[in-house]
């Protein structure tokens, strides 16, 4: 396999090291039993492989067991590895008791490389999550996280440099700019973002731009922790977060600082990350997974979602007023009541700019100027977009709108030379209604 790399002659290819490999990606861990009755099963296979008779009561016993036996055999140490080691518990979020019976069963059977040292070479786990240390690796006290080092952020995904050089011929009549808005931008906090291999792979099989990220699985432990959280999605874009609470993530605590870091930012002598989304694909595959869960009504979302686009593009602003009326009429009461945002500025502002995310549009929120933060800008067709939400008690008042040209919003957007509209969104909170 790697004949020809520059690896090859950096290795002794004829020392063979026995190799363990537990593996999590398949199967579901969400009821009591399903984690355990998968190990056994996996340390079956891998006792019959090696000819070794268990004689051991527990899950991790006979993992040592297989660790000593193996290196006995082989006269050579082992390579131990943990293919997607969080899933049991992410499976499981659903349901704390089993999501954290399932890191408790974990948490053991890891200790066991730690205990297991002197028959080991070389353990290596991956996962899509940073689980805390003292959570989940308590008694592997050894084990050095490579999540966060800067030598280490571009093992994950092509480069620059590889697009060039192995994909070169894939290239041709694509749009190199948009590729990198696209699916480029995921960093580790290295010199170099690096692009989603599978979304660049779909891209020159399909030679059309999409939003791929999703096809491989709808990250629901993602979308239920921003909703138990409260979090609006328009703070998605630029939040912030300490060292401490991206060491912390637990099933007692599903930090969002973990969930989306950009870049890291230093603060005398400590060091803070700058959260928010990597690429457009993320951006609008996320907002459009966010509008089912926040609106309940995925088929009308999906109805109003090209009607804004062709509204905005013709800068029809009564239809826009009337579409809007309409995808705020349609979300059940029920969910108005039953929503988990923080008020309901929140929740609705968090229904409007997801629908305008969704489409790909460039959004900026909580904008900064002089005379104070702007909601939200929207630059599309050579046109931008200022818009005001406010949360009325009854019918509309026009505060929203007459507080956009109060506090000259649009200042800073005058120089561009580009058409500026200023769009002012009242909820009302008696009748459920948006009126813009």
């Known amino acids: 396999m790697f004949a020809g790399l520059a690896i090859y002659q950096q290795w002794d290819w004829s020392v063979r090291h026995p190799v363990l490999r537990l593996d999590f990606s398949s199967g579901n861990f969400s009821a009591p039993g399903d984690l355990h009755k998968d190990v056994t099963a996996q340390l079956d296979a891998m006792d019959s492989k090696a000819a070794v008779t268990a004689g051991c009561d527990t899950t991790a016993s006979r993992f040592r067991n297989l660790l000593k036996t193996l290196h006995q055999q082989t006269g050579q140490r082992l390579a131990v590895l943990i293919d997607e080691y969080d899933k049991p518990i992410l499976d499981a979020l659903a349901a704390p008791e089993v999501a954290r019976a399932n890191r408790d069963f974990l948490r053991g059977l890891y200790s066991t490389i730690k205990f297991g040292d002197a028959h080991i070479k070389f353990t290596f786990l991956t996962g899509v999550s940073k689980f805390s240390k003292v959570s989940l690796f308590s008694g592997f006290n050894n084990l050095i996280d490579i999540t966060l080092e800067p030598r280490y952020s571009a093992i994950c995904g092509y480069t620059e440099a590889d697009l060039d050089s192995v994909f070169a011929p894939e290239l041709l009549g694509l749009d190199r700019k948009e590729i990198r808005a696209w699916y480029n931008g995921y960093n580790w906090l290295g010199e170099e ?96 997974s966010l509008l089912n869960h926040l609106t309940g009504n995925p088929s009308r979302q999906a109805e109003h979602r090209p009607r804004l686009y062709d509204l905005l593009l013709a800068n029809d602003f009564d239809g826009l007023e ?33 629908y305008f995310a969704s489409l790909g549009l460039a959004i900026t929120v909580e904008d900064s100027s002089q005379a104070g933060r702007l909601d ?27 507080q956009l040209p109060a506090r000259d919003y649009a200042a800073k957007y005058r120089g561009r030379g580009t058409a500026i509209y200023l769009i002012g969104v009242e909820f009302s909170r008696q009748t459920h209604e948006a009126v813009a």
Do not use: C
């Open 193 to 288: 973002a690096v692009y989603n291999p599978f979304d660049v792979l779909l891209l020159f099989r399909r030679r059309a731009f999409a939003a791929y990220w999703f096809e491989t699985g709808t990250p629901t432990f993602l979308l239920e922790t921003l909703l138990a959280r409260r979090v609006s999605s328009l703070a998605l874009d630029d939040m912030f977060g300490s060292e401490e609470l991206l060491s912390a993530f637990d099933v007692d605590h599903m930090a969002t600082e973990v969930l989306l870091i950009r870049r890291r930012e230093p603060r005398g002598g400590r060091m803070y990350y700058r959260l928010g989304y990597p690429n457009r694909e993320a951006r609008q595959s996320l907002n459009e």
């Open 376 to 402: 939200m800008a929207v630059e599309f067709n050579e046109n931008v977009y200022l818009f005001d939400f406010k949360v009325v008690e009854q019918a509309a008042t026009g505060a929203a709108l007459g």
């Open 322 to 354: 009337r579409l809007l009326e309409g995808f705020f009429a349609s979300i059940p009461y029920q969910w108005h009541t039953n929503n988990k945002m923080a008020n309901y500025e929140g929740y609705y502002a968090s229904v409007f700019y997801s």
